[in-house]
T-cell receptor, first 112, second 116 residues
Framework: EAQVTQNPRYLITVTGKKLTVTCSQN?????MSWYRQDPGLGLRQIYY???????DKGDVPEGYKVSRKEKRNFPLILESPSPNQTSLYFC???????????FGNGTRLTVT | AQKITQTQPGMFVQEKEAVTLDCTYD???????LFWYKQPSSGEMIFLIY??????QNATEGRYSLNFQKARKSANLVISASQLGDSAMYFC?????????????FGTGTRLTIIP
């Protein structure tokens, strides 16, 4: 089944404890990106990648890191999480050309 | 200025009626794409329909259609014969420029509730 898989689905952590949210897609998509969703703000792009070893900042990159060492994986790293990073996170991918984003099921992160 | 504006935070509609969800956008780029996504209470984001700026006809996908009025910069989603399962958040989104641009800008969403 074609899908974008994120893990974990739920994560509760404390301020300053490094964490990684994994994202993997099995559709051989070139483009991958991370979004966060907050009430009243819609979805905002954190980082994106147009291919292996190519990443770029979105609208809200502060406090996040990403890497794209393989085409299928695009992990999101929070080196020192803070409470303002409590949010619902989505990984998404799409193929080249005029195509929609395919989203993962989301990761609900709480930082206390 | 907001790139994508959804002016209806919430809507209540009787089952089987048609629904129009409003979306206006702001761009100076002649090439852009408009997308609608559905987010049920379970949280996943489901792609519904796409309209390209150069498309001559309004997009349709089953019960979903997009009322694209380019001069007014609006891209309203129309759901015909609404069903209880249509209750969800709906997001309008835009991608500007050439297809190498990976940024998708989302509106703040409309929560649709279908009443039996």
């Amino acid at each position: 089944e074609a899908q974008v898989t994120q893990n974990p689905r739920y994560l509760i952590t404390v301020t300053g404890k490094k964490l990684t949210v994994t994202c993997s897609q099995n559709m051989n998509h070139e483009y991958m990106s991370w979004y966060r969703q907050d009430p009243g703000l819609g979805l905002r792009q954190i980082y994106y990648s147009m291919n292996v070893e190519v990443t770029d900042k979105g609208d809200v990159p502060e406090g996040y890191k990403v890497s794209r060492k393989e085409k299928r994986n695009f992990p999101l790293i929070l080196e020192s999480p803070s409470p303002n990073q409590t949010s619902l996170y989505f990984c998404a991918s799409r193929r080249q050309g005029n195509s929609p984003l395919h989203f993962g099921n989301g990761t609900r992160l709480t930082v206390t | 200025a907001q790139k994508i504006t959804q002016t209806q935070p919430g809507m209540f509609v009787q089952e089987k009626e048609a629904v129009t969800l409003d979306c206006t956008y702001d761009t100076s780029d002649p090439s852009y794409g408009l997308f609608w996504y559905k987010q049920p209470s379970s949280g996943e984001m489901i792609f519904l329909i796409y309209q390209g700026s150069y498309d001559q006809q309004n997009a349709t996908e089953g019960r979903y259609s997009l009322n694209f009025q380019k001069a007014r910069k609006s891209a309203n989603l129309v759901i015909s014969a609404s069903q209880l399962g249509d209750s969800a958040m709906y997001f309008c989104a835009m991608r500007e420029g050439n297809f190498g641009n990976e940024k998708l800008t989302f509106g703040t969403g409309t929560r649709l509730t279908i009443i039996p």
